[in-house]
């Protein structure tokens, strides 16, 4: 899922220094599940923005609503109604969803309420790791299931590199390193071999450095 | 829930739990603990008062003990005063004034 953290609220209720009267706007997509931008906290956040307003002597008033997804077109279109008697959106998706909506509707200033985050997993309830970072070109096959690129640290393609002590990464002792675990695995399902199959380069044209990026399936569109 | 408490006027909240290891739901007391812990950081960043919640474990025979709690508790917001949404509230315009103001 994509995973973000909630923006300070101080921050927050700067941003809406200009404003009185707001939408903030859910996602029950990723940000549900990773608690930081679901119905609940559209709820948790609107009444702290309320406090918060009111004791400043200055009420703000808010509408809640939480949407299907804010990074599909036909979620976004119920709020076209109403959405410019609004003077802003306070979104808490993911940068993709208010992104979108800032396009969907070019006359409402959009105000992010989160720091989206990385594509990662629950490893328990609260606490969210990195796995991907959508490099375009998947090596998990040879890898024993781990990825270099995000677990390692330089995302390098054959290591474990000199910084690698006992297992942990040097840029942080509670940080494994990718390319022990990538070994260790290998050595357990028998397929050392597949390290000598990784590429000497790896190109990076279908990551970020191609710029954004498109996907077109044509079975689809 | 509890923020809306605070937006209805409350100038404090108590949240009583079950005794930690005794809770019927497991663990829905510590939950709670953890839900309140949220609440009073959210509270002290926007300066309402981190101190105006507070949460309690006690057993359901423990009726004395939640009379001292409550006793305590409210003692400790009489001392606090209003909070600060009251506050404003009662030195904003008056409900009547502001329809003067609206028209």
């Known amino acids: 899922m994509i995973t973000g953290t909630p923006k300070p609220i101080e921050e927050i209720l700067e941003m809406l220094e200009p404003y ?64 410019e008697d609004y003077q802003a959106v306070l979104s808490i998706a993911c940068g993709a969803g208010i992104q979108f909506m800032a396009e969907k509707f070019t006359k409402s200033p959009l105000l992010p309420g989160i720091n989206t985050g990385f594509l990662g997993v629950t490893e328990r309830q609260g606490e969210w790791t990195e796995r991907c970072q959508g490099c375009g070109d998947c090596v998990l096959h040879l890898t024993g299931g781990i990825c270099p690129v995000t677990r390692c640290a330089k995302s390098i393609f054959h290591g474990p590199c000199g910084g690698s002590v006992q297992g942990t990464c040097e840029v942080d002792k509670e940080v494994k390193c990718g390319w022990q675990l990538i070994i260790d695995r290998l050595v357990t399902l028998d397929q050392m071999d597949n390290y000598g199959k990784l590429k000497p380069y790896k190109g990076w044209d279908s990551s970020r450095d191609g710029g954004p990026r498109r996907i077109i399936r044509e079975d689809m569109v | ?29 510590i939950r709670a603990r953890a839900r309140v812990e949220r609440v009073y950081n959210i509270l002290e960043q926007i300066n309402i008062g981190p101190e105006r919640i507070r949460m309690y474990n006690l057993s359901a025979g423990e009726g004395a003990k939640f ?10 917001v009489e001392e606090l005063g209003p909070s600060p949404i009251n506050l404003a509230r009662s030195n904003g315009p008056k409900e009547s004034e502001q329809e003067v103001q609206a028209t």
Not at chain 2, 67 to 76: D, I, L, N
């Open chain 1, 20 to 83: 009185d009267n707001i939408i903030v706007a859910g996602c029950f997509g990723c940000v549900t599940v990773c608690r930081v931008g679901g119905d609940k906290e559209v709820q948790v956040l609107s009444s702290t923005l309320r406090l918060a307003r009111e004791a400043a002597g200055r009420k703000i008033e808010i509408k809640e609503v939480c949407l299907e997804r804010q990074c599909d077109p036909e979620y976004l279109e119920p709020m076209r109604p109403y959405i």
């Open chain 2, 1 to 29: 829930m509890l923020l809306k408490a605070f937006e209805n006027g409350a100038d404090g909240v108590m949240v009583i739990g079950c005794l930690e290891g005794d809770c019927h739901y497991v663990n829905g007391n």
């Open chain 2, 67 to 76: 009379a001292a709690f409550t006793s305590e508790f409210v003692t400790r």
